[in-house]
T-cell receptor, first 113, second 113 residues
Framework: EDKVVQSPLSLVVHEGDTVTLNCSYE??????LLWYKQEKKAPTFLFML????IEKKSGRLSSILDKKELFSILNITATQTGDSAVYLC?????????????FGQGTILTVHP | NAGVTQTPKFRVLKTGQSMTLLCAQD?????MYWYRQDPGMGLRLIHY???????AKGEVPDGYNVSRLKKQNFLLGLESAAPSQTSVYFC????????????FGEGSRLTVL
């Protein structure tokens, strides 16, 4: 059975801090790892990682995948209160016709002013 | 810029009642999904569809039925609601392929008393 585990489950920081969120996975026929940010409503897409060791960046957010050790990290530098959200990672199984995604439990990030 | 729209956004049911959640997407996506989100458990797939007229079971299909009569709509039905179905339900859609970005609706919060 596919499994994705995120850590920590929750994190409280102050504005300006740098945070690292972790995601480990065990996914049959692994194809890619996706990160989402969920504020009060719909999860919104951040990154999709397919290749090991290649960092993806978007502003203050970056992410990297390690396919040998089966994990990914999401870094947020110079955090702002607007970064407060639940961050979800999901592993994609490329062996299914519908692109099965297994989601982790999420990391709740709270950024205080 | 509607994207994925879910109705209703909130609903309270009594045990044994039935209801239907409607998901509509205007991005011409082939694939559509219904997830439920419960505290500490991430997003779990209920049912999915890879095209008009086709549906299939996900991880937690019991107690739910779905229909995809039109490409843009994906309906989730509860025939006889149970308190265990109290949850937040998310619809999502994407382009076909082995893996890719999911576009989520804003969620429907269902409470079964």
């Amino acid at each position: 059975e596919d499994k994705v585990v995120q850590s920590p489950l929750s994190l409280v920081v102050h504005e300006g801090d740098t945070v690292t969120l972790n995601c480990s996975y065990e996914v049959t026929n692994f194809r890619s790892l996706l990160w989402y940010k969920q504020e009060k409503k719909a999860p919104t897409f951040l990154f999709m990682l397919t290749s090991s060791g290649i960092e993806k960046k978007s502003g203050r957010l970056s992410s990297i995948l390690d396919k040998k050790e089966l994990f990914s990290i999401l870094n947020i530098t110079a955090t702002q209160t607007g970064d407060s959200a639940v961050y979800l990672c999901a592993g994609a199984d490329g062996g299914t016709s519908y692109g099965k995604l297994t989601f982790g439990q999420g990391t709740i990030l709270t950024v205080h002013p | 810029n509607a994207g994925v729209t879910q109705t209703p956004k909130f609903r309270v049911l009594k045990t044994g009642q039935s209801m239907t959640l409607l998901c509509a997407q205007d991005m011409n996506h082939e694939y559509m999904y219904w997830y439920r989100q419960d505290p500490g458990m991430g997003l779990r797939l209920i049912h999915y569809s890879v095209g008009e007229g086709t549906t299939a079971k996900g991880e937690v299909p019991d107690g739910y039925n779905v229909s995809r009569l039109k490409k843009q709509n994906f309906l989730l039905g509860l025939e006889s609601a149970a308190p265990s179905q109290t949850s937040v339900y998310f619809c999502a859609s994407r382009k076909p392929g082995l893996a890719g970005e999911l576009f989520f609706g804003e969620g429907s919060r269902l409470t079964v008393l």
